[in-house]
């Protein structure tokens, strides 16, 4: 199956249909009746149609980039922190309220080759895409193991979203104390006929790059950057790879090829 659905042209408005609190996350569901069915991995450009550009500074004034959590026909699901201005805003919506949102941008994860088996690796809202490419590989009756690394208990509340992960928290208060790569060593000591999905902060990537890359493991990256136009226009999200080009995550990724990057870049 290809790994990109083209977004309709331009941006429409979606209704918000449901609401609710997880941890220190918001999932906010928008129904999306003409949308076509996005890939896991892609991600829409989501701003709020009201009171979006007024505030101080005349923040948040871009749309935001986010990775869809889950779909279901005529449904979209995205995962949210309020971290800043705009995801503050696009947090404190309500069921009826409307979002702009254009997509399904980017390019998704790619199945495994050679019957590996996926392994999927998140680290806080990086968790988002993992669901809905976990929904799939079990759709499809393949294994699909879940290691999820958070902040603290409020933050593992997010592991919810997917089905039987393996948690890790920084404070211990969850799961394993430490990091969700120290899973990931312990995952591909067992078993190393895997490949690894990972969503998450620079950091945590790059030391899941650093880790495949050692170990010979194939491993799809799905980056987080900040985008000013999700679709390929303004080259503000320009990371190098390997052989001396750049790609723009927008259009070439968010998901990567972890064997393209010499390092996943700090933001
Ligand atoms: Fe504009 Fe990627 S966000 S080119």
Avoid: K
């Amino acid at each position: 199956m290809s790994r990109r659905t083209l977004a309709p042209f331009g941006r429409r408005a979606l209704e918000v249909t449901g609401r609710r609190e997880l941890g220190a996350y918001v999932v906010l569901e928008v129904a999306d009746p003409g949308g076509p069915a996005p890939r896991p991995g892609q991600f829409f450009m989501l701003a709020a149609t009201e009171g979006w550009g007024g505030g101080e500074d005349e923040r948040p004034f871009l749309p935001r980039a986010f990775s869809v959590l889950r779909a279901r026909p005529g449904r979209l699901e995205f995962m949210l922190e309020d971290v800043g201005p705009g995801t503050a805003r696009l947090c404190a919506l309500s069921p009826g309220d409307a979002i702009w949102a254009t997509g399904p941008l980017g390019l998704g994860f790619a199945a495994p080759e050679d019957d590996r088996r996926a392994l999927l690796c998140g680290g806080g809202v990086g968790t988002a895409p993992l669901a809905i490419w976990q929904d799939e590989l079990l759709a499809a009756a393949r294994p699909a193991p879940a290691l999820l690394g958070f902040r603290d208990a409020a933050h593992a509340a997010g592991a919810a979203l997917l089905a039987n992960p393996r948690v890790a928290t920084d404070d211990g208060s969850v799961g394993h104390q430490g990091l969700v790569t120290d899973l990931l060593v312990a995952a591909l000591d067992e078993d190393e006929h895997a490949t690894v999905y990972a969503c998450g902060p620079p950091p945590m990537l790059e030391a899941v790059r650093a880790l495949c890359a050692e170990r010979g493991v194939p491993a799809q990256l799905a980056l987080e950057a900040g985008m000013a136009c999700g679709f390929g226009a303004c080259f503000g999200c320009v990371v190098p790879t390997r052989d001396g080009g750049y790609v723009r995550i927008c259009v070439d990724g968010p998901v990567l090829d972890a064997a393209a990057l010499a390092e996943v870049p700090a933001h």
